[in-house]
């Protein structure tokens, strides 16, 4: 008789997203696949099979066996759009926006990304490591588990390759799954004001070649916006990623309107993400062209903001949506994706089958993970979380509180409440 690693068993309501590994969209995203007085099987890390058939897995053997005591049962959610990797908090300027200080101008005064990148260099990188691992402790324990990360914090040669080296080291030994990503073309840095064309050709000359030959990074993301990389520099940058074998990514149209959208359209990238002021263009090229649309609502939330990007209109018009976190010192502080649902349901109008399906499969999908994780079923990896709860809709409910119970990451337990 063969002895699998783990049972979880007398699931309630357990959600599989189970479904082709690729991007949902439209009606799709309302299928979450629900399953009711369910079981999981997992061996070696990985799902083996998942059954409500009561006889069937009576029959399954395992080393452990869980009770999950009809409680919801999830995928871990795949948080597709992080900056980790800072050295100081920014509370200070959060106090400024309260006061009415526009993001805007306070990032013209030195605040913002230049900020961070100041206090980042003057951080030994073992501090920094420190810091990021407590971060990504911190989003286990809120159900994360596969987030994207990106550089972007250092804007220097050496800063953002210690930026790389701190995630590559972390992920090492790490339970959570870390998809890297190059952004050296956050912000034009202090020392560079006055010569924006000379840090250009750093970020192509220099930086894209070491990280692209370490393997620091599987993605080039860059902040397309007014005041930051105009659209010639972003389609030099990602065009130049491109050719060292670098995907592409875009911060697009998140303050004003730039085309953000549609050039991430014609250069077929992966992700184009924040997307608040998008154009009926943009969403219609991204359709056309498949690129994903990552949705990140507490940034508008925490930045004070009442526009938020148009989902409904997106989804209507056939573009998939991701959630994420946007994790970072300025502009969202939070790690929670919890949280994210419910502000995508009041301000985005998502549904909460919607907003499972962008923050599970989807947002895998966005970081090129679809095949391992986003869903609970035989094949991928182990990770799924136990709630406090019993259906899916209170997660989007109950806002404001750590509602798990136990979190798994091939199919280990990571965290769970004492």
């Given at each position: ?191 560079y004001r006055s010569n924006r064309e000379e840090y250009i050709r750093i970020v192509i000359d220099k930086m894209i070649p070491e990280v692209a030959r370490r393997k ?203």
């Amino acid at each position: 008789m063969n002895f699998f690693d783990l049972v979880v068993y007398n699931i309630g309501e357990l959600v599989t997203m189970d479904g082709a590994d690729q991007p949902r969209t439209g009606k799709e995203m309302a299928n979450i696949g629900v399953l009711e007085n369910a079981a999981i099987l997992v061996d070696n890390g990985k799902i083996v099979a998942v059954s409500q058939d009561q006889n069937t897995i009576s029959q399954w053997q395992a080393k452990e066996k869980i009770d999950a005591m009809q409680s919801l049962v999830t995928p871990g959610f795949v948080d597709p759009h992080t900056h980790p990797v800072f050295a100081a908090s920014r509370e200070k300027e959060f106090c400024m926006r309260i006061r009415g200080v526009k993001y805007e101008e306070i990032a013209k005064k030195g605040g913002g990304i230049r900020n961070s990148a100041r206090k980042l260099r003057e951080t030994p990188k073992n501090t920094l490591r420190d810091l990021t691992r407590k971060r990504l402790n911190r989003f286990l324990a809120l159900g994360t588990t596969t987030i994207e990360a990106k550089s972007g914090y250092g804007l220097s040669y050496d800063s953002e390759i210690a930026s790389l080296e701190v995630l590559a080291e972390i992920g090492q030994d790490h339970a959570l799954d870390i998809v890297p990503t190059f952004m050296g073309a956050h912000e034009i840095p202090d020392e560079y004001r006055s010569n924006r064309e000379e840090y250009i050709r750093i970020v192509i000359d220099k930086m894209i070649p070491e990280v692209a030959r370490r393997k620091l990074a599987k993605y080039c993301d860059v902040f397309c916006e007014t005041h930051v990389f105009t659209l010639e520099e972003t389609k030099r940058i990602l065009q130049a990623a491109h050719e060292h074998g670098l995907l592409s990514k875009l911060h697009a149209d998140e303050l004003s309107y730039t085309g953000g959208a549609e050039l991430a359209a014609s250069l077929k990238a992966t992700s184009a993400e924040h997307l608040v002021a998008i154009s009926d263009k943009g969403i219609e090229e991204m359709a056309k062209e498949k690129v994903i649309a990552v949705l990140l609502p507490a940034t508008t939330f925490f930045l004070g903001s009442s526009r938020y990007a148009p989902a409904r209109k997106m989804i209507d018009a056939g573009v998939a949506i991701a959630l994420s976190t946007d994790f970072n010192p300025g502009s969202s502080m939070t790690q929670s994706m919890p949280i994210v649902l419910t502000i995508a349901g009041l301000y985005l109008r998502m549904t909460p089958e919607e907003a499972l399906t962008a923050s599970t499969i989807n947002a895998a999908c966005a970081i090129g993970k679809e095949k391992e994780v986003g869903s609970i079923v035989p094949g991928k990896q182990a990770d799924f979380l136990i709630w406090q709860a019993s259906h899916y809709e209170y997660l989007p409910y109950h806002f404001g509180d750590n509602l798990l119970h136990s979190v798994f990451k091939k199919g280990k337990i990571v965290y769970q409440i004492q």
